[in-house]
């Protein structure tokens, strides 16, 4: 398998990639491991989020919302 390990922004191991093609032939092998999928989205769901997201943006300039710290966003992936 030829998994790769991610690390933080300390050199600490944080996370570990799969190649997709060792991806599937798992998920063939343990059914279990599809529930950690996340479904995909459909296009008028992304469609929602980014119209959500321009207006949250609008308000923020305005001064009507708090912007988050960028870290902050960042962790949150």
């Known amino acids: 398998m030829s998994l790769q390990i991610i690390q933080n922004e300390n050199g ?9 093609k060792e991806w599937k032939q798992m998920k063939a ?3 279990n491991l599809k529930i950690w999928e996340e479904p995909e989205q459909t296009e008028e769901e ?3 989020n980014i119209r959500q ?3 949250e943006m609008k308000l923020i300039k305005a001064g009507k919302l708090k912007g988050r710290p960028a870290r902050e966003l960042l962790d949150e992936l």
């Open 12 to 20: 600490k191991p944080a996370g570990v990639f799969i190649p997709i």
């Open 53 to 55: 997201a321009v207006e």
């Open 29 to 31: 092998m343990y059914e």
């Open 46 to 48: 992304i469609l929602n």
